[in-house]
């Protein structure tokens, strides 16, 4: 494991951008469940898993028309957790790696939890892929507006996993507001903010020369995330306790210890002695 951690710290060394990319074992070392599977999330929201409703059931635009109350119950829920949760040190961690990087950094996330712009990454670092729980749209929808949930404070009844407040409305028509992100068997999530922060991705990639990626609890049910990071033809460091795979080095380990080494690899320069082949082949190109 010594070597694999001195190999990412030399790859992250001698680049001048750095990706981070990101799925929701991210946030599993600042408390936050993922969902791998239905197991997964039943444990995380027992009531549903009482009731047999699955992840993709719920996380369903359907499931805002048939039962607004107990969608927003699931995704009220989420937004006050993700409001509540402190990000863990490694987003700290990841933030000064880039700064020491002549382009800085960019994260590339199918995470909707907002956990990057709250350790102190700007919005115009950010690309969410699936959108975010912190802005709301019509869920007919009646407009392409996108604004921010601020002003919804959600009281859940989590026994029953029920909105007990207001439902959000669109100030436009009336209807149930839901979140801007993309759920399954969804055509009316509206993409243009995300749209927009992918664009930037593609601009600032234009002036990193030699990026590497750092991908951090990425799942591969839904392997959005780790198909962008092989995409890019960069360098990989994947970092995952269960599917390190497939990367030009990978850390069987939890995002939060991975970083711990890598940092003071770097810092004792140990990955300067390292000498790491790397398989891809960088072409931005195919960005
Ligand atoms: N926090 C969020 O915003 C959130 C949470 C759950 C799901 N989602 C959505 O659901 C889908 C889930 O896909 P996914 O691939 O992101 O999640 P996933 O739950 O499918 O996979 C999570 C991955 O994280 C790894 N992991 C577990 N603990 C870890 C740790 N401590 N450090 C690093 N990695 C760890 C697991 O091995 C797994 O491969 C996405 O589309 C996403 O939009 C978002
Ligand atoms: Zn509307």
Redesign the pocket.
Known sequence: MEKEIANAAALLQQADGLVIAA???????SG?P???GDQ?FWQAYPPLAKAGIRFIEIANPAAFEDDPRLAWGFYGHRLALYRATVPHAGFDLLRQMAARMAHGGFVFT????GQFQKAGFADEQVAEC?GSIHFLQCSQPCTDAIWPADSFSPQVDMAQCRLLSDLPRCPHCGEVARPNILMFNDGAWLEQRSELQLDRLARWLQLARRPVVIE???????P??RRQAERLGAPLVR?????PQGADVGLAM??LPGLRLIEEAWRQGLGMSASVKVQRVPDRRKT
């Open positions: 799925g929701a074992g991210m946030g599993v070392d936050l993922d969902f791998r997964g199918s995470n909707v939890d699936h951090l609890g990425a799942g591969v049910d839904v959005s995330v970092i995952n306790p269960r599917a939890g995002a």
